[in-house]
Structure formats: structure tokens, C-alpha cells
């Protein structure tokens, strides 16, 4: 038997109460929630509903909603949820009690995803949540002007994150975000089928900005779930230089999200900043002086004079995974990857080396003394709930 068929949520935080509904309805369930009391004590209860309720929101208290819903005798299973300390979730259970609810269990916020996941699926083994496997994506979609700006209209694509450690102590540090397309026909579609021709026909603006939105709102959860210290590294088309208010967009979603600025890395590749050159170093300077970390990606790909690296106040260099990935069968990608190491220490800048597949590149990076490495090894692209439920905040 399944604990419910309806899952009923009252809860003043809508990233909370979204990502609730996105668990519950992937596990099967049918969803419904509140952030107005009033409107939740309107809803008709029933046998078949499990309700999740906060006991602190700012219009009326969840001890109060308790008592409400002893007063007409309500019959639903209710889990508290709660960020308050143990004595005020401990009073609130007794109170549950002693009114005759039908109290099954209490969340501390914020909440475990695979705790929440166990307890809904308790009472039978159902299907995994939010794990959206690679080999769903589709190779080499064909897509359209129209359809890009249709998906923009209707915000399809999401972001995707791969974890990032650090060499010397295996801790987590950060997540690099990669846009991935929800497309209703093809499935999951990757960056590159879909990034090219955005850029082409003027429009990656439109799917910057909602892989920012989304992901500035994620990096709560993330730095909650993971560590407050934990860094978001998002990738920037060199044609978002070209706009000369790039800098006060960038400063004014950080602001929106409550987000400091130190806490967001753009990556902009290496080959695209060698066309937009000239326009591109005084936006880059301008990002650097609002705070905003920069990186730039595909090291060694973009043939970029060395001067170029002195004149853009880059602070992270990464090394490209053609290189990190041939280290061992090649000579040359080998003393390539050394060098990077040396060069990126000698200028201040962080180096991260990209593609790490195995545990011997992952020793000899270690070896080499680069700072931090991501890879499959470590733990591919993954949806914000699969991130929050498989990845390990220190590596094993
Ligand atoms: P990138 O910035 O170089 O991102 C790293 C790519 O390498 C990602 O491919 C990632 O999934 C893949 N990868 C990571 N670890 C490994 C590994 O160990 N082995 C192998 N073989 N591959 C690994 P993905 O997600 O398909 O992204 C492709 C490119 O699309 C990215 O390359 C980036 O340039 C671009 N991109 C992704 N998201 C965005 C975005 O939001 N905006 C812009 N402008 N470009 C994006
Ligand atoms: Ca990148
Ligand atoms: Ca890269």
C-alpha cells in the first residue's frame, strides 16, 4: 500500500515547495500546494491525502493550522516540517498528538531528498526520482530557429550540474552548470545540438537568462544541502560581451537571488574570446570588479598568446579535457597539462583540469599539484534532484 495518492503541501517557501512537488510527482503522486493558509483550510481532506506542513510562515503559525484541522476532525496523514530547533518540533508533535491527528513523521529543513524520497516509498519499492540517465539524450538533434525561441518562450531548457573537487582534500567545492534542452519530442537534448545555432540566429541570450534564473535559485538549495562556501561555474557565450550592460544584467541576478557575486565563476571559452577580443576586455574587467570569478575554458584549444592572459583579469584557468584526457598515451598532452599547472600558479589564477575519467589521471593531477579537477570519475552532469541525493560532499 502506498502511504497516499495525494500529496498536500502548505509551505511559505516556493523553492521548497517546488521541489517537493517536482519528488512527489517523479515518485508518482498527485500534488497540490499552498502558500496561503486560508486557501490550504479550504482544501477538502481526505483518507487518500499525506500533508506536509511548515510550522513557521509569517501570516499564521503551524501550530495554529494544527488546530484547525483538529476542528474538522481531519483524517489525513501529516508530517511537520520544520527549521526551528528540537524543542519547538518536539511541542508541536505532542500537540499533534494529544488533537488526535494522524501524525506519521517530522522533516527538519532543509530537507534530505533521499530521506523524503525513503519515506514516501516506505511502503513500497517505486521507481528512482529525478535521475534523468545520459543515454536519454538524443545524438544530434535537428532543431530550428523557431523551435529555440518557442522553447525559450516556454522556459525548456534547465540546467544540469557536475560537481568539481578539490585535489588536495577530495571536498566538494562547487558545481559547473550545463544547459540541457527538456525537449517534449526528442527528450533530453545536449548544449551542443541546440548552443551553436542559438548563437547563430541571435538568441542565446534568451537561454542565458534562464540558466541563470534557474540555477541562482538552485545554488540556495545547493550551498543549504552541500556547504554555504559551495561555487556555481556558468557557462558564457563571448557574445554576451558584446552587450555593454552584460556586467549590471549579471550584478542585478545575483542581487534578485540573494547571491554574492564571489560565489558565481563565468566560463568563456578560450576560441570564442580570441574573435571577440577587442569589445570583450572591458566587460571582462567590469565583471571582475563587481566581484564575478572568471575563467577561461578550453585551455590550450584557442592558440591565445600568453599576453592575453595578463591582459584579461582572469581568475581560473581550465584545462581542456582533450589534454587531461590523453595524459597517459600522449607525451605532449602530458607536459601540456604540466605546464598549465605551472603557468596558472605563476599568474594567481585557480586551475581546474576538466574530463577526468580514471583514478590514474586523478593521481597524476594530484601529483602534479593542480588544484581541482571534474570528470565523469568524480560524478557526471546530473539534474538538481539527483545532485542533491547521489553527490558526496567529500570524495570517497
Ligand atoms: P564545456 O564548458 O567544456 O563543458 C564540459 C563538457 O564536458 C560538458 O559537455 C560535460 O558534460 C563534458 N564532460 C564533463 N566531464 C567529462 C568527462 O570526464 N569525459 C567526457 N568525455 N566529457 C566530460 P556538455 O554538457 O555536452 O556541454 C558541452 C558544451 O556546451 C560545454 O562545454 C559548453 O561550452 C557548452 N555549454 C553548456 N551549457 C552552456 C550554457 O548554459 N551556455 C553556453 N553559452 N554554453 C554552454
Ligand atoms: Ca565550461
Ligand atoms: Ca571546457
Excluded at 302 to 321: A, M, N, Q, V
Aim: net charge negative.
Amino acid at each position: 500500500m502506498r502511504i497516499a495518492e495525494n500529496i498536500v503541501i502548505l509551505d511559505d517557501d516556493y523553492q521548497f515547495l517546488n521541489l517537493i512537488r517536482s519528488v512527489s510527482e517523479k515518485s508518482g503522486f498527485r500534488v497540490q500546494t499552498y502558500d496561503n493558509p486560508r486557501e490550504f483550510l479550504s482544501h477538502e481532506f481526505g483518507l487518500d491525502d499525506l500533508i506536509i506542513l511548515d510550522l513557521s510562515m509569517p501570516e499564521i503559525d503551524g501550530i495554529e493550522v494544527l488546530r484547525e484541522l483538529s476542528k474538522h476532525h481531519n483524517v489525513s496523514k501529516i508530517v511537520l516540517s520544520s527549521g526551528q530547533d528540537k524543542g519547538v518540533v518536539k511541542a508541536a508533535e505532542d500537540l499533534a498528538k494529544a488533537m488526535h491527528l494522524n501524525h506519521v513523521g517530522t522533516f527538519s529543513k532543509p530537507i534530505k531528498i533521499s530521506e523524503y524520497k525513503a519515506f514516501l516509498n516506505e511502503s513500497e519499492h517505486l521507481n528512482t526520482v529525478g535521475e534523468i540517465p545520459d543515454s536519454s539524450i538524443e545524438k544530434a538533434t535537428i532543431v530550428s530557429e523557431e523551435d529555440i525561441c518557442k522553447a525559450i518562450y516556454t522556459e525548456q531548457f534547465i540546467p544540469f550540474y557536475q560537481p568539481q573537487y578539490s585535489l588536495a582534500t577530495g571536498k566538494l567545492y562547487g558545481f559547473e552548470v550545463l544547459a540541457r534542452w527538456m525537449h517534449p519530442d526528442h527528450g533530453l537534448v545536449p548544449p551542443n545540438d541546440f548552443i551553436p545555432i542559438a548563437e547563430q540566429h541571435n538568441l542565446i541570450n534568451g537561454i542565458t537568462d534562464i540558466i541563470l534564473s534557474k540555477s541562482l535559485t538552485d545554488l540556495t538549495f545547493l550551498k543549504n544541502h552541500f556547504n554555504s562556501t559551495i561555487t556555481l561555474s556558468i557557462n558564457i557565450s563571448a557574445l554576451s560581451l558584446n552587450d555593454p550592460c552584460f556586467p549590471e544584467k549579471m550584478e542585478g541576478f545575483c542581487l534578485n537571488h540573494q547571491i554574492e557575486p564571489k560565489d558565481v565563476i563565468l566560463e568563456i571559452t578560450e576560441s570564442a574570446l580570441m574573435r571577440e577580443v577587442t569589445t570583450s576586455l572591458e566587460i571582462l574587467a567590469r565583471l571582475r570588479m563587481k566581484g564575478f570569478g572568471l575563467s577561461i575554458d578550453d585551455f590550450g584549444t584557442g592558440y591565445s598568446s600568453l599576453s592575453l592572459l595578463h591582459k584579461i583579469p582572469f581568475t581560473e584557468l581550465k584545462i581542456d579535457r582533450s589534454f587531461v584526457q590523453d595524459m597517459f598515451r600522449d607525451s605532449d598532452c602530458h607536459a601540456i597539462v604540466e605546464t598549465c599547472i605551472v603557468l596558472a600558479k605563476k599568474l594567481n589564477m585557480t586551475v581546474v583540469a576538466e574530463g577526468v575519467e580514471t583514478q590514474d589521471v586523478f593521481n597524476a593531477l594530484s601529483d602534479l599539484e593542480c588544484e581541482h579537477c571534474q570528470g565523469y570519475y568524480l560524478g557526471k552532469p546530473a539534474s538538481l534532484e539527483q545532485t542533491l541525493c547521489e553527490v558526496g560532499e567529500n570524495r570517497e
